[in-house]
């Protein structure tokens, strides 16, 4: 090995004007070395093939739109190549196209005259009257009482009150009746529903909208993802897990493997386990429907995404729960 100034093979390597090249020799049993043995020697010794590493780049910000509310992306995607990311309108549009728009709405807590007079006989507010029991005991019976059931009590004699007592007082409880107790003690409160389904309830007005707008914020994303590798590939639409394997060129081996495969999250992950191993991390294609010529992405892993925090409505001291209206009991 020689250690010398690339235009003068005598010079050594320093730049000083006195330094002479070095040698190292590489063979002991050689005692001379010649400056042709040298120069073959060099000949030899070529740079390792290095294949450069393409740079990390990061992208957003970028959306995806679902249909539930989730904290964070799962580890990796079970029926779907990956998280698809795009533009804000082709997020929006893919969701209503596949899933149709989720529907959030704000419902007032209401309930009939007679679950209402249930309620406060139950806790004891109602009182004092003898046909009270007897009113509390058909209201926990019956499925469908009168909603003149009251009135109609109130102008009956003890003795007539003690009889229908009799002849209730051994029958089954309505199966419904606990729901309807706790539905009119939320009676002036507000419940959230998203798709028709009551996920929060008992809430003040001002508590239902701010949490409306943390479930819409929860159900579209805002993101950046690192992509090092993306495929370059044409919008798939539904993205089959067989069309994602024919990108990575598989052998025969491999296709035998796949189609051995009982279900679409082990074909999934299977082929993108498969384009993983060609190097890619993710996807890059050209919108065709949705948001037509934007450009969406693809990443395989969560660990390529960065969720930003989205901006909630602040919520100030909560208002307090409506008070209980006075009702007349008659």
């Known amino acids: ?35 042709s043995d040298v ?3 060099r000949n030899e010794l070529k740079a390792p093939s290095i294949e450069p590493t393409p740079r990390s780049a990061i992208i957003g910000p970028v959306f995806h739109a679902t249909t539930s509310h989730f904290a964070q992306f799962a580890h990796e995607a079970s029926t779907d190549i990956g998280f698809h990311f795009g533009s804000r309108k082709a997020a929006n549009q893919r969701l209503e196209k596949i899933y149709g728009t989720p529907e959030i709405r ?3 807590n209401t309930a009939s005259h007679n679950d209402v007079l ?6 004891g507010e109602l009182s004092g009257e003898p046909h009270y029991p007897v009113l ?7 499925s469908n009482p009168k ?19 009799q002849e209730y007082i051994n029958k089954p409880d309505n199966a419904n009746y606990q729901n309807r107790i706790e539905n009119a003690r939320k009676e002036g409160t507000y419940r959230l529903q998203l798709d028709g389904e009551t996920i929060a309830n008992g809430l003040t007005k001002k508590m239902a909208k701010a949490l409306k707008e943390t479930v819409k914020a929860g159900m579209f994303k805002t993101a950046y993802i690192t992509l090092h590798r993306p495929l370059e590939i044409d919008d798939h639409g539904v993205w089959p897990a067989e069309d994602m394997l024919k990108a990575s060129v598989p052998s025969p081996q491999q296709r035998d493997a796949f189609y051995a495969l009982d279900n679409d999250e082990e074909r999934y992950a299977f082929a993108r386990q498969a384009l993983i191993n060609k190097g890619y991390d993710g996807l890059v294609y050209k919108n065709a429907v949705e948001d037509a010529g934007s450009t969406s992405y693809v990443a395989f892993s969560r660990d390529q995404i960065r969720v930003e925090p989205p901006r909630l409505p602040a919520l100030d001291t909560p208002e307090p729960a409506p008070e209980s209206r ?3 009991a008659i």
């Open 1 to 35: 090995m020689v250690y010398n100034d690339r235009r003068n093979p005598l010079k050594g390597a320093s730049g000083w004007g006195d330094d002479a090249a070095q040698i190292v020799l590489l063979t002991p049993s050689k005692s001379v070395l010649t400056w």
């Open 39 to 41: 120069s073959e020697q």
């Open 106 to 108: 704000i419902e007032e």
């Open 118 to 123: 249930a309620a406060r006989l139950e806790s």
């Open 136 to 142: 509390q005991l058909l209201l926990k019976k019956l």
């Open 147 to 165: 909603p003149d059931l009251e009135v109609t009590l109130s102008k009956m004699s003890i003795d007539e009150l003690a009889d229908i007592s």
């Open 326 to 328: 006075p009702r007349n």
